[in-house]
T-cell receptor, first 112, second 112 residues
Framework: GEDVEQSLFLSVREGDSSVINCTYT??????LYWYKQEPGAGLQLLTY?????DMKQDQRLTVLLNKKDKHLSLRIADTQTGDSAIYFC????????????FGKGTKLSVKP | KAGVTQTPRYLIKTRGQQVTLSCSPI?????VSWYQQTPGQGLQFLFE???????NKGNFPGRFSGRQFSNSRSEMNVSTLELGDSALYLC???????????FGPGTRLTVL
């Protein structure tokens, strides 16, 4: 079945760039998403990329997709303490209505 | 535009009882998906409704059911509660089945 893998923890210093990585197994993945979850809260959609794209930039966020290696990354420039949260990678595919397959999440800690 | 709302936010039940959770999607959104989030299993897809029809279902027992009303509001029901049903239940809405999903804050269910 489909699987999405992420490293569990990442620690960076304030002002540095953070790179959160994700790999997926389903070659028919069509849409790939990054969500952020703060303690006690739901999921906030950060950005998404279609599988026919290589890169997407949105302010401090850059998403890179290597479809050959089934590797997705999220780069956060100038990381702030407010970016401390759990980041989830998710994928879905045509024909799988409304079903997001999530990774276990990467906990980002930003040290001042 | 108001976001996805879920009620109640917190719920405590005992084993064997049943529970109903409610989700109001963003205005204009016709697709509602439900997910269960636990520390051990992460985020798992329960089901998706679109225009009052269940379009997709995850791998959960029949004790988990749902429905969607004509105004797109959705409810999920869990019967004969078990300790393992303790989780954060998240609802997400989207314009259509393949569009990005926006999540509510979740309902924290504790089964004693």
């Amino acid at each position: 079945g489909e699987d999405v893998e992420q490293s569990l923890f990442l620690s960076v210093r304030e002002g540095d760039s953070s790179v959160i990585n994700c790999t997926y197994t389903d070659s028919s993945s069509t849409y790939l998403y990054w969500y952020k979850q703060e303690p006690g809260a739901g999921l906030q959609l950060l950005t998404y990329i279609f599988s026919n794209m290589d890169m997407k930039q949105d302010q401090r966020l850059t998403v890179l997709l290597n479809k050959k290696d089934k590797h997705l990354s999220l780069r956060i420039a100038d990381t702030q303490t407010g970016d401390s949260a759990i980041y989830f990678c998710a994928e879905t595919e045509e024909g799988s209505q409304g079903n997001l397959i999530f990774g276990k999440g990467t906990k980002l800690s930003v040290k001042p | 535009k108001a976001g996805v709302t879920q009620t109640p936010r917190y719920l405590i039940k005992t084993r064997g009882q049943q529970v109903t959770l409610s989700c109001s999607p963003i205005s204009g959104h016709r697709s509602v998906s439900w997910y269960q989030q636990t520390p051990g299993q992460g985020l798992q897809f329960l089901f998706e409704y679109f225009s009052e029809t269940q379009r997709n279902k995850g791998n959960f027992p029949g004790r988990f059911s749902g429905r969607q009303f004509s105004n797109s509001r959705s409810e999920m029901n869990v019967s004969t509660l078990e300790l393992g049903d303790s989780a954060l239940y998240l609802c997400a809405s989207s314009v259509g089945s393949y569009n990005e999903q926006f999540f509510g804050p979740g309902t924290r269910l504790t089964v004693l």
